[in-house]
């Protein structure tokens, strides 16, 4: 499996209030690169959202899914969506088609009554978590993110490591790199941005 999965990294943080995503541009096959410029950061409801590294075709049609299924939900619920349900949601669409599974690993979260983050495999297992990685870079990231988290992080504090997170993956991945997007979600909603690496 991993020898087809397709460079890219992606982190998310908890902090006091809310969650970060950040995730590169790039994407590349083995020595191939596919592109410079892909948004691998996606909002499926305004208070959740999520990153993927892997074949973002599979993640564009797996939010594009949950989000309109969530739209629905809400309808039912008329009141937000929490992100362990959009977590489940996707957890299911995955473990349904893994004979032929979707090749993306995704870090799901978001805040309804509090910041909430989700780590999900090719197969849909769903592990929550205060911070995360995925993707080729995801142990570089992970050797920023486990000594520089701590609960009750500030925003700046998480953008920053988020930041310095997928700037050390790019700097020793070759599949990873490009330019960085952000997405911070709090109560209040979500907001993007991109930056250069």
């Known amino acids: 499996m991993a020898m087809y999965m397709p460079g890219a990294t992606a982190v ?9 995503f950040a995730s590169d541009k790039r994407i590349a096959f083995g020595n191939f690169m596919v592109s410079k410029t892909t948004k691998k950061t996606f909002a499926i409801t305004p208070k959740v959202g999520a990153t993927c590294a892997g074949l ?12 309109a299924l969530a739209k629905i939900r809400r309808m039912e619920l008329s009141r937000d969506v929490p ?21 993306t690993q995704v870090i799901v979260g978001g805040v309804v009554a509090e910041p ?22 995801s142990e570089t990231a992970l050797g ?7 609960p009750g992080l500030g925003r700046p504090e998480a953008e920053g490591l988020a930041r310095e997170a997928i700037r050390a993956a ?9 330019g960085l997007d952000m997405m911070v979600i709090t109560a209040e909603g979500s907001t993007e941005t991109s930056e250069p690496l």
Do not use: C, H, W
């Open 12 to 20: 998310g943080i908890t902090f006091e209030g809310g969650v970060v």
């Open 56 to 67: 973002v075709a599979d993640m564009q049609i797996l939010s594009l899914q949950i989000s």
């Open 83 to 103: 992100p362990n349900t959009v977590a489940k949601m996707m957890s299911n669409m995955m473990y349904e088609r893994r004979f032929f599974p979707l090749l």
């Open 116 to 137: 909430v983050l989700y780590t999900l495999d090719p197969l849909g297992s769903v592990l929550p978590d205060e911070y995360a990685a995925v993707g080729t870079g």
């Open 144 to 150: 920023v993110l486990d000594p520089g988290f701590k």
């Open 170 to 178: 790019a700097r020793r991945d070759a599949a990873s790199g490009d």
